[in-house]
């Protein structure tokens, strides 16, 4: 194959799949991997694409994300995996910050009725009264889609809070470029969540591994990734010392 052939190959794949290995890339043209390095070196000088380990990214960083009725219903048992490992890890009577997210949802029926939640998360009320769960809801504006409390006012009266864990959403998670959410208020809404808690965890499945969107809000190091299962991503990540990744 041409390398000008090789370079469409490479692109077209990227904009299917957003995130290419370099495996894969070897295998579906041939072309043994020092040569497949050359070219993605090459098509990153001019600015088609990102390196990063292992292979390489889409430069369009999506802006969009499902909304919550269409987020319940996807990887539903990997959630539930995640959720529940995530839960163990809260003691009696602390307090704790759960994010708006289908996710940490399926946290609840864990958790100790000790416990005292933050949330930014409407849906998460109902489930937590339920369980008789000790619960402040910070005040703002409700995002259309994802249903979750952002907006200056959301940021503002989160400054009173301390949390002994937070316990956070992604939409994408990548070593080069960390944490990313679509939405600059969400992340806003993180990035101050991540600051006034002691323990800090992101809830993700493998799905978010290698994808990256609009806003990064922290860097992969800066909380305890928690996942269901590993993957050539996650793998990746584990072998970084400073970035900690936890498996069922």
């Known amino acids: 194959m041409l390398t000008m052939e090789r370079h469409q190959l490479i692109l077209s794949l990227l904009a299917e799949k957003k995130t290419v290995r370099l495996q894969e890339l070897s295998d579906r043209t041939n072309a043994s991997d020092s040569t497949i390095r050359r070219d993605l070196d090459a098509l990153e000088q001019q600015g088609a694409l990102k390196r990063v380990h292992g292979g390489a990214s ?16 996807q990887y539903h048992e990997q ?17 704790i910050f759960l994010d708006a997210g289908s996710t940490t949802t399926l946290m609840i029926p864990y958790l100790d009725s000790s416990v005292t939640v933050v949330t930014n998360g409407p849906e998460h009320l109902p489930h937590l009264a339920e369980r008789g769960i000790t619960t402040y809801v910070i005040g703002g504006f409700v ?3 994802t249903r979750a409390i952002v907006g200056a006012n959301a940021v503002e009266n989160l400054k009173q809070y301390r949390f002994d864990r937070c316990f956070l959403g992604v939409n ?12 600059p208020e969400e992340a806003a809404i993180k990035k101050k969540v991540l600051y006034q808690s002691m323990n800090r965890y992101v809830l993700a499945d493998l799905s978010k591994f290698g994808e990256r969107t609009f806003i990064t809000f922290a860097g992969a190091e800066d909380a305890i990734l928690v996942t269901d299962s590993s ?3 996650v793998t990746a ?12």
């Open 58 to 73: 889409s430069l369009s960083a999506s802006r969009e994300e499902a909304p919550m009725s269409e987020k319940t219903g």
């Open 79 to 95: 959630k539930k995996i995640i959720a529940s490992l995530a839960a163990g890890t809260i003691s009696k009577k602390e307090t």
């Open 143 to 145: 995002k259309p889609g």
């Open 172 to 183: 994408g998670i990548t070593e080069e470029d960390g944490l990313t959410t679509p939405d």
């Open 231 to 233: 993957g050539p991503v």
């Open 237 to 248: 990540m584990q072998n970084n010392k400073d970035i900690e990744v936890m498996l069922p």
